[in-house]
């Protein structure tokens, strides 16, 4: 039987213990091709057959105690450095453990602690001699002779992990009890890593019901540390410490020639965030354990493969070393990656992954009781998940999406699975007109920051998905992008440095606090950089900053771009010169079709123009909040911060077509109203425009050739339109 | 005949054309005992006997054209930079003078370009080499062959001073017309040194009406430079930049044994600005001037001695090289210092200054038509100055006060006449009961900076007495200080390497903005330094931040003194670190007298503290504002910002008492309601409660034991009481 790819398929879901009749009732209202199992129960075997597909959980190096028990020293291993503390006498004895969670981690004593710990006097940034301490381990302190006073130090240790942090936290969260601790097991070990094949073999022939493995994930958990209170102390979704062992670093000597120390993957207890201009050393790191992490999950996929099954990354938890946009996720050969689709941003970062055959975004709510509780109607949160990624799968739509939780307590809200089903139809129609083609852009726009490709719509980004005040309002950037009609590519310094910059790009965006990786710090030191910016920049290249900008103080700037952006920033050194240029514009291409007054989110103070000739946008309270400037044939624009708007977006998108000096071009396949988008796919002969509201809005929509004509659409409507 | 001391005295006025008889009247009313003369106007022979002293004003280095004109090339100098040109092609020509006054200064070719110029590679700081670039008088351009192409270039060149600044701007602004451009000459020269001591000779031979010569300076302006649109352009009132000049360069060398380069002046074209941390060269050559101007001054004084006159500084305009907090002040003889009080820290500023027989405060408002027009009260200005300059007097009265501009426009205001009288017997009054002792002080307290005691008072200046944005934050510190019962000191970072920590201070103050010269900068990266204040702090002393203390990146922190004040701040790289401790306490000492919301200027963002013992005072959107934290037997206070206000003056009092862990003795000569203070003198047997506000106010004082009694003083009312 054929069946109607607009009514089916494209849709996974979970389902619930005893609810193989409701779940069938669901599969149908949804037109779902595949069930997935869920945390907390496992399919039964006769869910064979419900759908075309069957996805479960696999976790490849834990859930096994047994093993972990029985290979103790095997364990998964981490780095973890104590407080500053202060030496207020000639010695000082620091309790390694204090602040952190006993159950999570344990000091490795095991192997030689004066070959992986460190002591450091931090004020002075020299390592103790290792003569010159020792560790206890009945009281797990470190004494330091011969200390200092007055100065501070730190120990940095190796750690034994005893509990994945993400069990540890459903376990917790979930008050699991005596549900046993999950222990993480090393791939990296010999003997584990041959435990860990075998086991997959074992597994797939045991479970002839599962089509498609959802690896949940591979070897390495992102950094999720604990502390005494088991409370969550440390996380970074990118973070690569917990990827750490006494084999890891051996191993690592002998491949890139040098032994790493402890504080290149301590890093003053910052660990290397993904905020931190990142050092050789930890981008060699990196590339190391990408290169193992790839090698050995290729291995799992293989035989999956071998069984005749499917192999999906779930994109999270214990994914490190698989970070998709990197050098060797491609040779993998998965077939598919599945994420969490919080929003435009979490969208693309999934919808782009190169080198598997398929995508899926698990959308929100999920089914839990934290929102499917009696009084609440959790389809406004779908809703507004919808719609906020809607626009984003418009210019590259996931191959499927699906949900999670317990379906069961979905059930018992019809209006809410009305709703999703109208959003199941709505994609696939979305997913056939759109057919593989790709939406009409007017610019290709390129953000520039450390990282590049390797971290494509993950920059800023802490904890997965999470608001920090820090972040937000460059986030805003990224969101505004994935559903602008603009080409979008992420690229580093280092792509500048050694390929020069593509000349198909019109716009270049910085954006972030002075320092960090995605603002790019030290980085704007570099002379063949900088030169090399300006003068793309200079022959007619547009240049966007945000915030703070190519910020690193030398030779009479801040901002090493200055002279491009037409402005800067006092820190103070610079207060005796006179600032006379304050006066706004009354009106400018970029804030044509605002609304309401801008929102610069953390915003910046204490930015000024250099010139009279810097076009201020706006000013206000004595600072520069946003501003255009003309430099050779190129145009830069400044903008003091960018949440997530509507009108925000429009003022990006706005600020690339001034920037690339193609004002002209704007009005293509564009709607006037800052709440509706229009996407065109040229080959399929369509376009859609869709309103982002969930209010009523009348729009110009111009098409390709400019012409304006008036549209009025209900609330979140996609309007599909033949060319 | 002996006069009253509390009628008479202790006053000077300025007079005006032909108005002799209305002078007397005034110095009648007001019991002024001298007059002085002022800018527009020269004192006819016949003011001699009008009052005890006669000032005149005198120019040492301007005011002679003849002169000038005749030895041109004895002018003075400056430096001076170009802006950043961009190089676009393999050679660049530099219009030196774009953006500078024609008529204000000139390139000087004379002396040796290549000797006393510099052009420099922005982008990699590299010096050009002398042979890769030439200068073309005729075109006032510098062209620079093989350059680097997109590198940023400058020239730094040696100019001629062709009019004193503060001739100029008044010129300017008050429309001189073809009033000659005074010209500033150089007493570096031989010829026009010799000739500035015999024109002071032959001027008080002419003078015998004068008694006092009101130097209006000497040497050197400090750094005033125009733009091409003659408006203000830079302006430090600390700058030495046009103190330099050939000569002064090539005796630099001899003196210090290195030769400077133009970069040491020039600076990035920050041109160590006080906001800079200072470097040796900088240091060395301000000691240089100091010692030269010095000792020159010195002669102008003992020749002023040698005609029986007294020599009075002027302090402000060409100060440069006198700093009366420097070295080599006391040395010069002065019989006394005037300078203009625009506010409690302006005044102690002038009342502090060692080495001088008496000091005089000049009070506002000048008697110029600005503020002498009908239907204006001018008595409002001189109330609220006098309000807030009496503070700093009851702590450390000047020795006489004063008046400037046009008596004849006061004359016209009778009611202002009668308020001023009332002033200068308040003033007499409060004089007379201090009689030359020190007010009790409950506390010892040291401000911390780059400068220390060279700059007291005097931090965070740019231009004298102006509003800038990013000041008022940090001169709020100052302000509070100047009426505070608390003793104050300005001590530099070298001062505690060199000599510790005084045991009797009980606090120490680091206000600023990172990087500055204020908070410190790469200062703090000074083992010594942080060891010998973290002992000190630990070992009970107490240490209040504002804004951002101790700020420089290094080993984990930003705030160097993180440990000890209890808080850091979040520059993005330690966002993986979950902060929990946000709670504020509900009531704290510190802020125990508080009446409104706390307002922190400018305030900071991203503070946040390290531990939950940190003692949270103000914590807002997401920020700590305010905290207080144990370290040892020591105490630390944060504050984000302190601009002034009578509850940001208690808060900081409370504050002092805080760190110092004498809150027990805070209640001693002591008014709990804010806008009230007390100042208590021992050994005078008096003590006096001041209402700092222009309306009624109760409250309870507190004796030095500390009993308590309810009080109610008139708006600005001053109560002596006997102890």
């Not at 199992?37 to 976790?59: Q, R, V």
């Not at 040098?258 to 050789?280: A, M, Q, W």
């Not at 980085?523 to 190519?550: A, C, H, M, Q, R």
């Not at 080959?683 to 969930?694: G, L, M, P, Q, R």
Request: glycine residues 8%; charged residues 25%.
């Amino acid at each position: 039987m054929i069946k109607d790819n607009l009514k089916h398929g494209r849709v996974t879901i979970p389902t619930d213990n005893d609810f193989i009749k409701e779940t069938m009732e669901i599969v149908e209202k949804l037109g779902a091709d595949a069930i997935r199992d869920c945390d907390g129960f496992k399919l039964p075997k006769e869910i064979k057959g419900a759908a075309e597909k069957i996805y479960s959980t696999y976790f490849v190096a834990r859930g096994d105690n047994e093993w972990a028990n029985a290979n103790i020293k095997e364990l998964q291993q981490t780095y973890l450095m104590t407080n500053h503390i202060l030496a207020t006498k000639d010695s000082l004895t620091i309790k390694i453990m204090e602040g952190y969670f006993d159950q999570q981690v344990q000091p490795d004593s095991y192997h030689d602690v004066k070959e992986f710990w460190e002591v450091i006097d931090r004020t002075t940034g020299e390592v103790v001699e290792i003569d010159k301490w020792d560790y206890n381990e009945e009281n797990v302190t470190v004494t330091i002779k011969e200390t200092k006073k007055w100065h501070e130090y730190t120990v940095s240790f190796l750690a034994y992990c005893l509990w994945d942090p993400t069990q540890m936290y459903n376990h917790i969260t979930n008050n699991w009890g005596d549900k046993p601790h999950e222990m993480p097991f090393d791939a990296r070990n010999a003997k584990t890593n041959k435990y860990i094949f075998e086991a997959m073999h074992k597994w797939l022939d045991e479970h002839p019901e599962t089509d498609v493995i959802r690896f949940t994930t591979f070897f390495y958990h992102f950094t999720l540390v604990f502390n005494n209170l088991a409370k969550e102390k440390y996380v970074d979704w990118f973070g690569y410490s917990s990827s750490v062992s006494a084999e890891a670093l051996r191993e690592f000597e002998k491949e890139k020639g040098y032994k790493l120390r402890p504080e290149h993957l301590i890093d003053n207890g910052y660990y290397n965030s993904t905020f931190r201009v990142p050092t050789k050393e930890y981008l060699d790191y990196i590339d190391f354990q990408q290169q193992f992490v790839s090698k050995n999950v290729k291995k799992l996929v293989d035989i999956t493969h071998e069984h005749g099954r499917e192999a999906m990354m779930f994109l999270g938890d214990n994914w490190i070393g698989t970070e998709p946009y990197g050098k060797y996720f491609e040779n993998i050969g998965l077939d598919a990656v599945v994420g969490s689709v919080g929003n435009g941003t979490t969208l693309r970062m999934i919808s782009e992954i190169p080198g598997v055959k398929y995508t899926e975004g698990r959308f929100l709510p999920y089914f839990f009781p934290d929102t499917f509780y009696e009084g609440n109607d959790p389809t406004i949160e779908a809703r507004d998940n919808w719609i906020t990624a809607r626009r984003a799968i418009m210019r590259k739509p996931v191959d499927r999406i699906g949900y999670g939780g317990y379906l069961s307590l979905a059930y018992k809200f019809p209006k809410f699975v009305e709703y999703i089903s109208r959003v199941c139809d709505e994609f696939r129609l979305i997913y056939n007109n759109i057919n593989g083609n790709k939406p009409y852009c007017g610019l290709k726009v390129a953000v520039l920051n450390c990282w590049g490709k390797l971290r494509s719509w993950q920059t800023h980004m802490v904890a997965h998905a999470l608001w920090y005040k820090q972040i937000y309002t460059y986030l805003g950037v990224n969101e505004a992008l994935s559903g602008m009609s603009v080409d979008v590519s992420f690229i580093s310094f280092d792509d500048i440095k050694n390929n020069g910059i593509s000349s198909d790009i019109d716009v270049i965006i910085n954006a972030g606090d002075a320092g960090t990786a995605f603002s790019g710090g030290e980085k704007w030191l570099d002379i063949e950089l900088i030169t090399k910016i300006k003068e793309w920049i200079y022959n007619g290249g547009g240049f966007i900053g945000v915030g703070e900008p190519s910020a690193v103080l030398n030779g009479g700037h801040f901002f090493q771009l200055s002279d491009a952006l037409g402005v800067d920033k006092e820190l103070g050194f610079s207060l005796s010169t006179d600032k006379y240029f304050k006066t706004k514009l009354d009106n400018h291409f970029i804030t044509d079709d605002i609304t309401e007054s801008i929102d610069f989110g953390e915003s910046q103070k204490n930015v000024y123009a250099l010139k009279e000739s810097t076009e201020i946008i706006s000013y206000k309270d004595g600072n520069l909040l946003m501003s255009a400037n003309s430099y050779g044939k190129g145009r830069s624009v400044y903008i003091a911060g960018l949440p997530y708007s509507p009108q925000n977006s429009r003022i990006l998108l706005r600020s690339c077509y001034y920037a690339a000096n193609k004002e002209s071009q704007l009005k293509k396949w564009y709607a006037d109203n800052i709440n509706c988008e229009v996407s065109a796919y040229l080959e399929s002969k369509k376009y859609a425009v869709i309103n982002n509201s969930n209010e009523n809005q009348e729009t110009i929509v111009y098409d390709g050739n400019g012409i304006g004509e008036k549209m009025f659409l209900a609330p979140a409507e996609i309007r599909w339109i033949e060319i």
